[in-house]
């Protein structure tokens, strides 16, 4: 059931994204992405404490990305889903974030746990990134 939650939530992100990149020539998705994709990065606990969650999701980012592949490109862009384990330490979730963010994703979804999702949220806000997080947080 979390599977298929996470699943219908990214592609809801998905289509968010879409919905708000312009995907005209102008723009490039942010400093550093390739002109022909749009990277989001998916923030996961792949190990650490909360791998047992993370690895659902991570499997999950697999299949998805794999889905994505076959429908192909949206505009002449590809989505390419960027999967980044933050080993279940909010330090590295905010360091990943820093990195994400210089190197032009136009969204992130993560974390696995409310505490890295909050740790990672300023700088999303702060960045106007979207960020679209999977555990549940209260603000």
């Not at 312009?22 to 606990?45: M, P, Q, R």
Request: include cysteine; charged fraction near 25%; proline fraction near 3%.
């Amino acid at each position: 059931m979390m599977k298929n939650m996470f699943k219908v939530s990214l592609f809801a992100l998905l289509l968010l994204v879409l919905g708000a990149c312009n995907l005209d020539e102008e723009n490039t998705g942010g400093a550093e992405s390739s002109s022909d994709e749009i990277k989001i990065v998916v923030i996961l606990a792949e190990t650490g404490p909360a791998s047992t969650l993370g690895e659902a999701q991570v499997n999950t980012v697999k299949l998805l990305q794999k889905e994505i592949d076959e429908r192909g490109e949206i505009g002449g862009k590809k989505i390419k889903l960027v999967k980044h384990d933050y080993e279940t330490d909010d330090t590295k979730a905010v360091i990943a974030m820093d990195k994400i963010i210089s190197d032009g994703a136009v969204a992130v979804i993560g974390a696995t746990q409310s505490g890295a999702s909050m740790a990672i949220l300023p700088k999303a806000l702060e960045q106007k990134v979207p960020l679209f997080t999977l555990a549940p947080i209260s603000t």
